[in-house]
């Protein structure tokens, strides 16, 4: 018997390649100058792009990347923002 699998992806490829995307876009949408932080400013570029009522001021967004900021820099790394998101993003903050 001969097994064709041409054209056909593993479920757990799609999958892969499904959240590959989406990492992908939140980091796209949370850091646009490509600098693998993401600053005061744009977390409140990005709140305000949601339409989300936190973060509409400066100081609110300091007191949010403040409660995820371990390294203390005034910014969220990918290692920080991670740990943010697996306690519900930074909409659980505030």
């Given at each position: 018997?001969?097994?064709?699998?041409?054209?056909?992806?593993?479920l757990?490829?799609?999958?892969?390649?499904?959240?590959?995307?989406?990492?992908?876009?939140?980091?796209?949408?949370?850091?646009?100058?490509g600098?693998?932080?993401?600053?005061?400013?744009?977390?409140?570029?990005?709140?305000?792009?949601?339409?989300?009522?936190?973060?509409k001021?400066?100081?609110?967004?300091?007191?949010?990347?403040?409660?995820?900021?371990g390294?203390?820099?005034?910014?969220?790394?990918?290692?920080?923002?991670?740990?943010?998101?697996?306690?519900?993003g930074?909409?659980?903050?505030?």
């Amino acid at each position: 018997m001969i097994c064709k699998t041409e054209g056909i992806e593993p479920l757990g490829f799609k999958a892969n390649r499904l959240q590959k995307w989406q990492a992908e876009m939140v980091k796209n949408l949370t850091d646009p100058n490509g600098d693998g932080f993401i600053t005061v400013d744009e977390l409140k570029a990005v709140l305000s792009s949601l339409g989300l009522k936190q973060g509409k001021t400066l100081d609110d967004c300091k007191k949010m990347i403040m409660q995820v900021d371990g390294d203390g820099d005034g910014r969220v790394n990918f290692k920080e923002f991670r740990q943010m998101m697996k306690g519900g993003g930074f909409s659980a903050l505030g």
